[in-house]
């Protein structure tokens, strides 16, 4: 959300997409009529999440980065850009006090930097860094971003279908980003803050589908 307020003030034109006409809380982005403002928990997550935001990524209402933030104290968000990362950002990526760990599938993944779980190491606060956007432009930042190349990658398999429902993915086994985030604090040994996210998502994911006038979520069949 601050990188939103962010890209707002540098902004010269309004961000104008489907459903903009809509009265929003400036909390959550959600119809002011279904806030889930008040349901934000208290942070539990001691790992550490980046987000790299694609474009216009930061706006969108059906962003669920966002929820991980609030299960998550320490999380940072940047704008993408492959070839102009902020000072911020790459000082964030060589702090000695964190492990990066790239999200990502381990499709096209070199062999080297594939790991299957978080390490343990008790100096060191696990940083995982979330490429958020669409699967193509999750792609391309992975492999277009020379300052991420030296990273570990751990990818997820999901043991179930995504039940998002606010997008469309390209494939039915593909996750959004809260519940990536579930799946990455339950390999981090965190199942509290993973189940504290998941019930968290699972409340987003049913107001906002009651802010839709033609939801299922609103006329069950």
């Given amino acids: ?38 349901a934000r928990p208290t942070p539990v997550a001691k790992s550490a999440f980046v987000f790299l935001m694609a474009k216009g990524e930061c706006y969108k209402p059906t962003n669920t980065g966002r929820l991980i933030a609030d299960v998550a104290e320490e999380n940072y968000a940047f704008s993408w850009s492959r070839t102009e990362p902020e000072a911020s950002l790459l000082a964030l990526l060589q702090n000695p006090v964190y492990a990066p760990i790239i999200i990502f ?87 509290v803050a993973a189940e504290q996210l998941r019930s968290y998502f699972e409340h987003f994911r049913h107001q906002y589908l009651m802010g839709k006038p033609h939801s299922k979520a609103r006329h069950p069949e």
Avoid at 121 to 126: A, Q, R, T, V
Avoid at 133 to 156: C, D, N
Wanted: hydrophobic letters at 40%; glycine letters at 6%; proline letters at 6%.
């Fill in 105 to 191: 599938p381990h499709d096209n993944t070199p062999a080297e930097r594939q790991i299957h779980e978080v390490p343990e190491d008790e100096s060191k606060i696990p940083l995982f860094i979330m490429l958020d956007g669409t699967w193509r432009e999750a792609g391309r930042m992975f492999r277009k971003s020379a300052y991420l190349q030296t990273f570990p990658v751990l990818g997820i398999q999901p043991e179930v279908a995504s039940d998002y429902a606010l997008r469309e993915a390209a494939h039915a086994h593909q996750l959004c980003t809260a519940e990536v985030g579930v799946e990455v604090l339950k390999l981090a040994g965190e199942d």
């Fill in 1 to 38: 959300m601050a990188l939103r307020l962010r890209e707002l003030a540098k902004s010269t034109r309004p961000f104008v997409t489907r459903g903009s006409r809509v009265v929003r809380c400036e909390g959550c982005l959600l119809p002011e009529n279904t806030c889930i403002c008040a």
